[in-house]
C-alpha cells in the first residue's frame, strides 16, 4: 500500500494519508476501525464504507441508560462512545471482548479519545479494544484522502 503523506501524530501514530482503493482493501480485511471526525464527515465515512461491512449492520448510539445490542454476528457501529461514564464503558468492554469473534465493531467519535484516556475519563482497555484501525474522516470536498492511524497506543500509566 503506498501512502501519499506519512509521519506522526502528537500521540506517537502513524499517519499515512491513502487513495480510496487502498482504503477500502483495509477496511475488508475485517479489523475494528474508529473513525475520527466531526458527524456528519464520520457518517458520511462510515456509509461511504458500509458496503463491504459484515451483515446485519446494527448502529448502537452510545448512552448510560442504552442497552447493548442483542447482535451475534455482523457489524456493530457505535456512535458517542466518548459520552459513555466508566461504568457503561465497562458494561461495552465485556459485552465486546464476549462477542469479539464474531462481530466487527466500526467506532465513530468526535472527541480525541487518547486524550480522554490520558485524562482517566476513558478505559484504556475500551481505547485498545476500539483503536484498531484509526480513519480519520475528511470534510465532504472529495480532494483529501482519508488519513489512518497505525500503533497508537495511549502510554501505560506507569509512563514505561
Excluded at 481505547?127 to 483529501?144: P, S
Aim: glycine share 8%; hydrophobic share 45%.
Amino acid at each position: 500500500m503506498r501512502s501519499r503523506t506519512g509521519g506522526r501524530s502528537q500521540s506517537g501514530e502513524l499517519a499515512h494519508s491513502i487513495p480510496g482503493a487502498d482504503l477500502r482493501r483495509l477496511v475488508n480485511s475485517g479489523a475494528n476501525l474508529l473513525v475520527r471526525g466531526d458527524k456528519s464527515a464520520a457518517t458520511a465515512t462510515v456509509v461511504a464504507l458500509s458496503a463491504d461491512f459484515p451483515v446485519p449492520l446494527v448502529t448502537w448510539i452510545a448512552s448510560a441508560d442504552a442497552e447493548l445490542p442483542a447482535l451475534e454476528r455482523g457489524t456493530l457501529v457505535i456512535e458517542d462512545v466518548e459520552c459513555l461514564d466508566l461504568e457503561a464503558q465497562r458494561k461495552l468492554l465485556a459485552w465486546l471482548e464476549s462477542h469479539a469473534s464474531r462481530v466487527r465493531i466500526i467506532t465513530m467519535v468526535t472527541r480525541d479519545l487518547f486524550a480522554l484516556v490520558t485524562a482517566g475519563s476513558f478505559l484504556d482497555q475500551l481505547y485498545y479494544r476500539l483503536n484498531t484501525i484509526v480513519v480519520d474522516a475528511v470534510g465532504g470536498d472529495g480532494r483529501t484522502a482519508p488519513k489512518l492511524m497505525f500503533g497508537s497506543a495511549p502510554p501505560s500509566p506507569q509512563g514505561s
